[in-house]
């Protein structure tokens, strides 16, 4: 059973920046298509951003594009995520997600694991 624990989330005005971090323990993250996915109140969750188990393909939401990144590093076997620009409307909790699949992951079906949640609140 892979834990996937996610931190970094916080309250931030508008235009602001925050780095979310996912760590597994277990198998590598590179083992794994991983992904973010956020679901905010009242809403479904929906896929943020992805990055294959090569790391040579990422995927994002077009709502993110340009403004979030999502990385990794094999060594800390953590997946990162770096949300610049941030608006109210990105307030959300933010799951990271991880599948046992070749390229990347978009859809909620085709995770296996996934993280606890952080909560992120953006103020305007």
């Known amino acids: 059973q892979e834990q996937l624990a996610d931190s970094g989330g916080g309250l931030v005005q508008a235009g602001g920046s925050l780095r979310l971090s996912c760590a597994a323990s277990?198998?590598?993250?590179?083992?794994?298509?991983m992904g973010w996915f956020r679901q905010a109140p009242g809403k479904e969750r929906e896929f943020v951003a992805a990055?294959?188990?090569?790391?040579?393909?990422?995927r994002y939401a077009e709502s993110v594009k340009g403004r979030f990144t999502i990385s990794r590093d094999s060594a800390k076997n953590t997946v990162y995520l770096q949300m610049n620009s941030l608006k109210p409307e990105d307030t959300a909790v933010y799951y990271c997600?991880?599948?046992?699949?070749?390229?990347?992951?978009?859809?909620?079906?085709?995770?296996?694991?996934w993280g606890q949640g952080t909560q992120v609140t953006v103020s305007s």
């Open positions: 997600a991880a599948a046992v699949t070749i390229g990347t992951v978009t859809r909620r079906d085709q995770i296996n694991y």
């Open positions: 990055i294959s188990w090569s790391g040579l393909s990422t």
């Open positions: 277990g198998r590598t993250v590179s083992s794994y298509a």
